[in-house]
């Protein structure tokens, strides 16, 4: 849409017009409330409950762990395994004799 027309301000006569009035009607007032504004104290009520709920909701989390098992679990001894067998003992001279 062009600018010039996203701008252009609406005709003045029949804006500014007044409303007939119907015998039997009241006269239409425009709504000047705003609807679902929160006044300050039932924001702070639902800051407060917001928070309790979210402690509420760690705290049962924190407190649901696994329960330990009964025993712990053995740990194998650790074994070191060679890849080739021991060299033989050197032979032992024999003493002479007495």
């Known amino acids: 849409m062009n600018d010039a027309v996203k701008h252009r301000s609406p005709p003045g006569p029949l804006r500014e ?16 409330s705003q609807p679902g504004g929160l006044n300050k104290q039932q924001m702070l009520l639902l800051v407060a409950v917001s ?3 979210h402690g509420g909701a760690w705290w049962f989390f924190q407190q649901a762990r696994a329960e330990p098992l009964p025993t712990p679990p053995e740990i ?16 032992t001279p ?5």
């Open 17 to 32: 017009a007044p409303l007939p009035s119907v015998a039997g009607r009241p006269v239409f007032k425009a709504n000047t």
């Open 51 to 53: 928070a309790l709920i």
């Open 94 to 98: 024999e003493p002479p004799p007495p």
């Open 76 to 91: 194998p001894e650790m074994t070191v395994e060679l890849t080739s067998p021991t060299p033989p003992a050197p032979p």
